[in-house]
Structure formats: C-alpha cells, structure tokens
C-alpha cells in the first residue's frame, strides 16, 4: 500500500493483553475505589439533561476554570482528552523524523510507540529502580526529555531542589530541549514541580485526572506551561475533541475535590503501610500509588484473586494499592501482617512575605523610591508618609508600581488624591501607570543597590523550623531582588517571586501555586498590607476545599486584618499564636 507510510507494515496494532477475569484490578494504577455516590448522583443528573445532539461546548470553561485553580498564567493551561493523547499532542507538535526523545528506562511502556509513531527515535536513559540524573545530563542533545515523576513502573521520585539542576541545565543548552515532565501519580508523592514552570519556558507539566480524581474513565489530562509554548499547542488541537459527558465530569469532580483528596492521603499512607509490612521482599521507595516489588509476586497473588502487573525480565512486578481491605488480603496473600496506621496529621504550609515580614526593607525601599522620584519629578514633595498611604490603597505593593503611580500622580497635579484613595485606587490613570513602571523601575532599582544596605533580617530560620510545617515565600520583589533578600537572611526558602503579571499580588496565584506545590491542606499567609490580605482572600475563593489563614503583622496590622485573621507586631511576636492553632 504505497499510499500509507511504509513503517506501518511492521507496526502492530495495539491489543488488549488477555487477563484472568475476576480478580481484583492491582495492575492498572487506578483508584481505588470508585466516585463517591453524591458525586455520581450529581453528574448523573447533568447527564440526563445534557442534549445529547448537540456538540461539547465547555472547554474553554472547564479549561479556566481550572487554570484559576491552579494559579496559573492566562493560556498557560491546555485541557486534553487524556494524558497520554497531550503526550501524543507536544509529540505531533516538536518531533521531525529522525529526532531523539530521552525517555527513562524501566518507564511508561506507551512511551516508546508514541515517539516512533512521529518518526523519532528512542534513547533510552537507564534509572533502575531509583532515579539518578547524571545519565539524563548526557541527554541534553536530545530534542525532547519524557521524565516521569514518579516514575511509572518503580515510583521513584526526585524533589523539586534535586532536579533543578537538570531543568536549568536544560534552559541553558544553546537550544533547549524540550522538558516534558510527567506527573500523572504527582498528588501521591510528598511534593509537586509546580513551581518550575514559571521558571523555564521549555518545560511542559503533564497531569492526568485518572489516579487524583477517580476519573481513569473518563479521559481526561491537562499541560501547564509558558503560554507562548501553549498557544502553539493549542493550535494543533482538532475541535470538540473532549467529549460533553467528560467535562460534565471534570466539573463536578473539581466540585467534590475534598472527597477525592481524602482518598488520595489514604492510598498514599496504605503504600507506606504496604512497603513496611512486605521486609521478605525488596521494595523499591515509591512516592505513587503502587510499589515495585521483587521477586515477582504475582503467582501468590493471583492465586488469593488479585492481578498486579508483573514486569518481565525484571522478577518484579507493580503492585497497585487497593482500599484498605484489599491491601490487608494483598499482606496475606505475601505472607505478613499488615503494619498498623499511624496518625498523620493535616499538611500545613506557612508562607511568608519578605519585605516587612522577614526583613526589615522599609526604610530601604523609602530611600530608594524617594530618590528615584527626586529625579523624575525635580521639586516634588514627598515625604515617608506618602510612601506609607500608597501601601494602605492597595494594588501599590510592588514598589516599581508604586513609584510609577507616584510619578502620574505628579504629572497631574494630583498627588494629594493619595490622602482619600484608600482601597480605591486610580483606575483612569491605570494605563498611564503601567507605561511608566518599566521606566520607573530602573531608575529605582539603581538607587535600591545603595539603599538596600539598610536591610536587616527579623527572624532566624530556626524559630521558623521551630514550628514543625512546611515554609515558603511570597514576595512582591523580582526575583533578582529576592536573592538579595536571601543574602541579608543567610538562608533561602522555596519562593514564589514577582516575575509575571499573574505572580504580581493581590493576584492569589502565587499562593495558589505554592498549596500545589506543597500538597498542602492548610495554608496561612504572613503579610503587612492590604494586597497581601487580598490575595489570600482571592485563594481562598479559588480553593473552598483548603483552610486558609491571614496573619497580620507590622504597623498596619489593625487595618488589614478582620476578627478571624492572627495578628501581631512582628512574626517573632506571631509564632506563639501559630503554634497554638489546631
């Protein structure tokens, strides 16, 4: 058939392998139980209304809908029908015939047809049963890297600090690879790469709504990236792709996300429980929701009714984790006793602004913005009490904004609107002031090179550890600046910095982004001024199903604060209260 590709003729179609019927599903990595039945109920009756006639026309809905939730940048998310059809997607869209994709090996068996149905071709990166980087550095040359976190079949794992040095590597490379990161079993493991997209623009996070949300039926994944990246994407995606009857599902499933998330923390603490229990057998550290457990298992366990998915030529095989009966017969079918279950208490993550929370930055940033403004409003009266009533507005955060806005407001005439502007702001001029803080922002950060010497740490890292959660940063600096910040400190934190119009609070992303990224069920937010009050209230409103918590300190904290926010003078002054909270 000379009108077909010629390599097909050696291709085999994909069949369904022959299974033993009746056992229990250990061998495909789904959930372990089905939806709950109010969930099911409440789609079920969208679906007996939905017209079925009529074409899917709720993507671009359901898309934002999670891109907000997410706390992503506008375009930076791409909805698709099924992780492994986006696979196939950013394939179609990078691979010439003859390109070299890195993909791990042992790894995700559909990894290899899709690469070779484009025509590229595979190399294989050696990473056993754990995951080591130097061998993917020597993979740099390739023109895509698949790396699967956890990976699929062993559940290794990589914390975001251990592969930086790769992702910048990659960005690096006179012409970047493109990095597709796939994160299909991310919500099982103890961190997420959240943060790394908005940090390299060749970078791709791949997600599926099968293993988090129950969904496996339903098809569904999504891409988050840089939004140039995206859009290209998007433009090769056919239209109606996505069934009704699935985004149907995806909205309702986002509805019942506390659900779905407390089975996700119980599979998770039934894996740990497993690999404890199983010292007759070498398990492999897993952060999914299945173990890679040798020697193979699986003639014990089908003979007790339960399929896992044996890996040849590895004497090993995958094991799923089931509800909590199901890994109690999968002990027994093993030979162990099941270990007991220890308390595991909610993931708290404490995030930090900078200026005026860590660091003691206002009488640097004064003399910086005053300076900047003595040169470009020669004569014009400004005092520190000025400085002090644009961060009671609100939306003047970002000192490069705030001297852009006092700049306008000069060429108006009408600085002393600043006095009653509180929580209003100066919305005719708003164009004016976002085509002069690029400006602006030069001329301050040049003087902020003298003043920032007037910096002074508040806190010591270790009453912050002291606390026993998570920590990280939200400020409204550019990340330049930040690392300025981390110099007057003498130590760093995961952060999440100024660098994109939608990290820039009062926008809640950041705090967003940072609660994925740290899996994190309760969140409280340390701020000093109106924006940063805001942006937690915005979070809050994104994600109902977390506990949120805004911790007022600084001299406007009576201001900022309402009667259930934590308030203090200091954050020194605040860690008592912390450590009282439930």
């Known amino acids: 058939m000379s009108f077909l590709r010629p390599d097909l003729e050696a291709t085999p179609a994909y069949t369904r392998p022959e299974e033993p019927v009746g056992l229990v599903r250990l061998h495909m990595n789904e959930a372990p139980a089905d939806w709950p039945t109010a969930a099911k109920e409440a789609l079920l009756a969208r679906l007996r209304v939905m017209a079925f006639q009529q074409y899917p026309e709720r993507q671009a809905e359901l898309t934002e809908r999670l891109r907000l939730r997410l706390g992503a940048p506008e375009g930076g998310l791409l909805l698709g029908p099924s992780s492994g059809n986006l696979l196939d997607h950013v394939a179609l869209a990078g691979l010439r015939v003859g390109d070299t994709v890195a993909i791990p090996s042992p790894g995700f068996s559909l990894y290899p047809m899709l690469v070779r149905r484009h025509g590229g071709q595979v190399r294989s990166v050696e990473v056993g049963t754990g995951f080591p980087l130097e061998p993917w550095f020597q993979a740099l040359d390739c023109r ?85 990246l995206i859009r290209r994407l998007a433009a090769l995606q056919l239209p109606y792709t996505i069934p009704a009857a699935s985004l149907e599902a995806l909205d309702v499933a986002l509805d019942f996300a506390p659900e779905f998330e407390a089975q996700i923390r119980a599979t998770a603490a039934l894996r740990d429980r497993l690999k404890a229990s199983l010292s007759n057998h070498e398990i492999a550290s897993s952060a999914a929701n299945f173990l890679y457990v040798a020697p193979d298992p699986t003639p014990a366990l089908q003979a007790a009714g339960l399929l896992a998915r044996a890996l040849p030529g590895a004497n090993a095989a995958r094991v799923g984790i089931g509800t909590e009966a199901i890994v109690q017969r999968t002990v027994l079918a093993l030979g162990a006793t099941l270990a007991k279950a220890t308390p595991r208490g909610r993931r708290e993550l404490l995030v930090l602004d900078v200026d005026g929370v860590l660091i003691e930055a206002e009488r640097s940033f004064m003399e910086a913005v005053g300076r900047a403004l003595a040169e470009l409003v020669p004569g014009l009266a400004w005092t520190d009490a000025h400085f002090r009533a644009f961060k009671r507005v609100g939306g003047f955060n970002n000192d490069f904004r705030l001297c852009s806005a006092a700049w306008v407001l000069a060429q108006h005439g009408a600085v002393e609107r600043l006095w009653t502007a509180d929580g209003s702001g100066f919305p005719e001029l708003e164009s004016e002031i976002q085509q002069h803080e690029s400006a602006a922002k030069i001329i301050v950060q040049k003087h902020y090179a003298e003043t920032s010497k007037l910096e002074r740490p508040l806190i010591e890292l270790a009453a912050l550890q002291s606390l026993g959660c998570d920590l990280a940063i939200l400020t409204g600096r550019p990340p330049e600046e930040l690392l300025m910040a981390f110099e007057v400190l003498g130590w760093r934190l995961p952060a999440v910095a100024d660098a994109a119009p939608h990290l820039r609070k009062p926008s809640p992303c950041g705090l967003l982004q940072l609660a994925d990224a740290f899996r994190a069920q309760t969140i409280t937010f340390v701020g000093d001024t109106r924006d940063d009050a805001a942006c937690l209230s915005a979070a809050r409103a994104l994600r109902p199903d977390l506990l949120w918590r805004f911790a007022a300190v600084g001299a406007d904290r009576n201001l900022i604060s309402t009667r259930n926010d934590l308030s203090a003078p200091t954050l020194l002054d605040l860690l008592p209260l912390l450590q009282e909270q439930p």
């Not at 490379?173 to 099982?188: H, I, K, N, T």
């Not at 988090?212 to 098809?219: E, I, T, V």
């Open 144 to 228: 895509q890297l698949w790396i699967t976190l956890p990976n699929n079949p062993t559940g290794a794992w990589l914390a975001p600090d251990d592969l930086g040095p790769l992702l910048q590597a990659a960005a690096a490379c006179a012409e970047p690879p493109l990095v597709l990161l796939d994160e299909a079993y991310a919500e099982f493991a103890p961190l997420t790469h959240r943060l790394a997209v908005d940090r390299y623009p060749n970078l791709l996070l791949l997600r599926t709504f099968s293993k988090a949300l129950a969904s496996a039926s339903w098809r569904l994944g999504y891409l988050l990236g840089d939004p140039v």
